[in-house]
């Protein structure tokens, strides 16, 4: 077998069943690929070769016993939002720099009963607040395949770690298209399921409307194959769906034939780059080819979806981080003199520039005098947006648009605009206000050698046709066979 660190999620798997390759072996390959190479990258914020050796030792204990699944021995790499217990999670934020969660979340708790290996916790924008991964108070993630653009975020270690072959796949989280964006932007899978399918217990929330975890992947069927382990219902999380989990890989291999396919109009604006639309149109021609029927749409409040994601999103970060205040757990400013004093230091340096941002924009709509007119009305706008998907896809299967309006931009270029960043995520910001289930795919490359995505669209718990026809896709151009030629320096 070559060089482990090339393969996908469904190789690993079957050369470990067959005997080919020891967990031990690939994750010690890993290991030093994140050694060698992540001092240029800068996807992980925190390496576990300890942990992870442990837990591949007793993987291949089970393999050699003939007791491993499908994922027993696969190392993977977590965002630093989501909780393991015992490994330091700081959510990319002072405030949390020394936090260590006596708790595991749900979906580490799925993982580990598969007894997959956990390499370490991987780099996002503060509390997942961001587009770039340039919001971290840590460090800055580059794009593996020109270091110095952004992977995208807020999921953009996760992102920028299996694109340059430092995990064979990752868990991110996306609120606003913070698994799909960074996909595109890096080249790689990205799927972020329908609102309630994954148990969010353990994720440190953001919004706790829109925030889902989901898979950073090479390979629609890798996604897949993690979907079948971290989906099914959870009593720890009031919002999550007690529905049964399919075999999310059965029938990707069914083709399009015959399935309709949306194209909205409003996914198609002034302003979208050339490369990228010219891309994502000829991936719509190739599954039309391959027998697909393209319907023409109209979401008419797609205009909208920025302004009221920005203003529910914003609302329920201001609840949600209110915890952080220097008395519990986390960064506390021992200077103060009073408990007053304490809190609005403690917030003041705790919390990065956009997190502040947020948090005032939140409180601010939820004051008195502004609730009706602003949250009430986005919820009510929200409704809208909705209906706008729910009427479509009366019409068609799946729904397909580019996933960015551009190719990953250069570090620095948008941070001192904080309007035209958060234009990154116009196109994947919908399906989460809709808690509808996407994926994001690569479908070409500019003519600078930076990736492009396009993504996939479905109706509420349809990941398994939204699976179908992004596989069938990756079938016609794997995109994601090309690597970045990173060197050791």
């Not at 072996?25 to 990258?41: K, P």
């Not at 110095?148 to 996306?174: K, N």
């Not at 083709?255 to 309709?260: C, T």
């Given at each position: ?34 050694d ?29 016993k ?10 993977i ?40 290996v ?13 587009s ?16 110095e ?11 920028a ?7 064979p ?5 996306d609120?606003g ?9 890096c080249?790689?899978?990205?799927l ?41 219902h ?28 949306g ?18 149109r ?101 409704t ?40 990154s ?8 206000l ?56």
């Amino acid at each position: 077998m070559s060089l482990p660190a090339y393969h996908t999620v469904r190789d690993l798997s079957r050369a470990l069943q067959d005997g080919a390759v020891s967990s031990t072996e690939i994750t010690r390959e890993y290991l030093d690929r994140i050694d060698r190479l992540d001092s240029q990258v800068k996807a992980y914020l925190y390496v576990d070769p300890d942990g992870a050796m442990a837990m591949a030792r007793e993987a291949d204990t089970l393999i050699r016993k003939g007791e491993a699944s499908p994922l027993t021995g696969v190392p993977i790499g977590i965002k630093d939002v989501i909780c393991i217990e015992g490994i330091p999670n700081t959510c990319g934020s002072k405030i949390l720099q020394n936090y260590v969660p006596p708790y595991s979340a749900t979906v580490i708790e799925k993982l580990k009963s598969e007894h997959v290996v956990f390499l370490g916790k991987l780099n996002m924008d503060e509390f997942a607040m961001g587009s770039s991964t340039e919001n971290s108070r840590f460090q800055v993630t580059r794009n593996p395949w020109d270091l110095e653009r952004i992977p995208g975020g807020s999921s953009g270690g996760s992102a920028a770690a299996v694109a340059a072959a430092l995990s064979p796949a990752a868990l991110g989280t996306d609120t606003g298209g913070s698994i799909r964006q960074p996909a595109a932007l890096c080249g790689i899978v990205g799927l972020k399921p329908t609102y309630g399918r994954v148990s969010r217990f353990g994720l440190v929330a953001f919004a706790s409307s829109l925030d889902q975890i989901g898979p950073m992947t090479r390979s629609v069927w890798d996604a897949a194959m993690l979907l079948n382990v971290i989906a099914g219902h959870d009593p720890k999380d009031s919002t999550s769906m007690p529905r049964e989990v399919p075999d999310y890989t059965e029938g990707l291999e069914e083709g399009v034939k015959g399935m309709r396919i949306g194209i909205p109009d409003e996914y198609f604006i002034e302003g979208i780059d050339p490369e990228v639309e010219k891309a994502v149109r000829d991936a719509i021609e190739a599954l039309k080819d391959g027998g697909a029927e393209v319907v023409r749409l109209s979401l008419p409040h797609t205009e909208y979806a920025i302004a009221t994601y920005y203003i529910i999103a914003t609302a329920e970060a201001s609840s949600n981080l209110a915890r952080y205040d220097g008395v519990r757990y986390g960064y506390r400013e021992a200077s103060a003199k009073a408990l007053k004093e304490m809190y609005e230091k403690t917030r003041s340096e705790g919390f990065g520039t956009e997190v502040k941002r947020r948090i005032m924009l939140g409180t601010y709509v939820l004051s008195a005098g502004y609730y009706e007119a602003y949250y009430r009305k986005a919820q009510q706008v929200r409704t809208l947006i909705r209906r706008d998907f729910a009427e479509a896809f009366e019409k068609c299967d799946v729904i397909m648009t580019p996933t960015t309006p551009t190719p990953a931009f250069r570090v620095g270029e948008k941070t001192d605009d904080p309007l035209q960043m958060y234009l990154s995520d116009i196109f994947t910001i919908s399906a989460n206000l809709a808690g509808l289930p996407g994926i994001s795919v690569p479908c070409g490359w500019t003519q600078a050698g930076l990736p492009i995505g396009v993504q996939f669209l479905g109706a509420t718990f349809s990941e398994p046709i939204v699976l179908r026809a992004a596989y069938s896709f990756e079938k016609r151009f794997p995109f994601a066979d090309r690597y970045p030629d990173l060197v050791a320096r």
